[in-house]
């Protein structure tokens, strides 16, 4: 199987990928005393994390809701994010010697500079010795007896624990390219299929071609199979459909049926500040206040001027637009707010992985301990960060459950080691 571990001495642990999950893995597997070896298939280390919140890395979040997280099973990070927190974390990265700062409960790094938190964390393992090689992808991995073997390219390593801090699918130009999934599929794991999260949704509907470039706030309801997932934030009008943080929050649920072929609908209110009787008092006054103007002209006074245009359009009316506000009638102007408060699309699809931020999908959580992230399938093989069927919402989540993960494994992995010692 060529040679073992590139002439190395024996290496108690192997981590796969050098990212946010397998980088903090590795250094609290050294600190505890368990040798590590690193191989990520990238020539850079830390891509992702790198453009993570704009390059200023979004490391994690003081709030946690019920809805932070989602998977097939989204209790099982209550388990470990017990075990590592957010302050945790903050402790983590403040021993290394890097401050972080807090806005409205988002933490950064204190330089708000994502290339920071890269450089922290390489130069402890600096410091620890931890061997990193860089360019070599993990392309088989079979276990025999006590050890795993895994194979390159050019070599074959093997070690007693492996770490498997792949990644998923998302933004593969920065390393995530799903190659986690076929290892874990070697060790007899099952994938829950990947979809793009954390992205832009498609419409089929063709006013969006005069809408692209509108921000708003606005209220969002996404309508699957009677369900119905809320959410309320800026809201970004494309060429292709919709995008923006609220979209992001919501996009998940959306692939996912768009996956099982499910019909999916957005309804949008444009005016989320206004009831319905403060509209009707808007136009009220309009008609009392300014009758030279048209019906399209009141409008642009409370929307913006392409958006009030594609309001009255789709009330159907092609007389709506030059109408006088005073020849308005009852109907006409039920059915206007009616498209304001309530506008319907139907989502067809989404931008692809390469546009994604994170992938919702992965190993099934249930083939995993909820408290150690061992395997239940395979003694000795650990799975951290977006390789598990676990996906955060917007603001950090995905960051934290990087660190979570990784610092679990490792902490469970060290204490493994002890126990054989006994």
Known sequence: ?????????????????AGASGLVCAIRLKEQGVSVLVLEKENKIGKKILATGNGKCNLSNLVYEEDSYRGSEPSFVQSILK??????T???????????TEEKGYLYPNTKQAATVVD????????????????????????????????????????????????????????????????????NHTICTPTPALVGLHSDDKCFKELAGIRIKADLSLKISGKIYKQYGELQL???????VPIFQLSRYATKAF??????????????HYSKEALELFFKNAKENVPYKTVLEVLEGVLNKKLASVMVKK?????????????LSKNQQEALIKQIRSFQTNLVGSNDFEQAQVTAGGVYTNEVKETTLESKRQKNLYFVGEILDIDGTCGGYNLQWAWSTG?????????????IKQ
């Open 90 to 100: 903050v402790s983590f990265f403040q021993r290394l010697g890097m401050e972080i």
């Open 238 to 244: 494309t060429n292709y459909g919709v995008s923006g």
């Open 259 to 272: 996956l099982e072929k499910k019909k999916v609908t957005l309804e949008i209110n444009f005016l989320p």
């Open 83 to 88: 075990q590592v927190g957010v302050e945790d």
């Open 315 to 327: 009330v159907g009316d092609a007389n709506l637009k030059n109408l006088k506000i005073t020849k």
């Open 407 to 419: 610092i679990c494994a490792a902490n469970h992995i060290a204490k493994a080691k002890e126990r």
């Open 1 to 17: 199987m060529g040679n073992q571990n590139n002439g190395k001495k024996k290496i108690e642990a192997i981590v796969v990928g």
């Open 120 to 187: 922290t964390l390489m130069k402890h393992c600096e410091a620890l010795n931890i061997p990193m090689i860089k360019e070599t992808k993990v392309e088989n991995i079979v276990k025999k007896g006590e050890r795993f073997f895994l194979s390159t390219k050019d070599e074959t390593y093997a070690a007693t624990y492996v770490v498997l801090a792949c990644g998923g699918c998302a933004s593969s130009k920065l390393g995530s390219d799903g190659s986690g999934y076929g290892l874990a599929k070697k060790l």
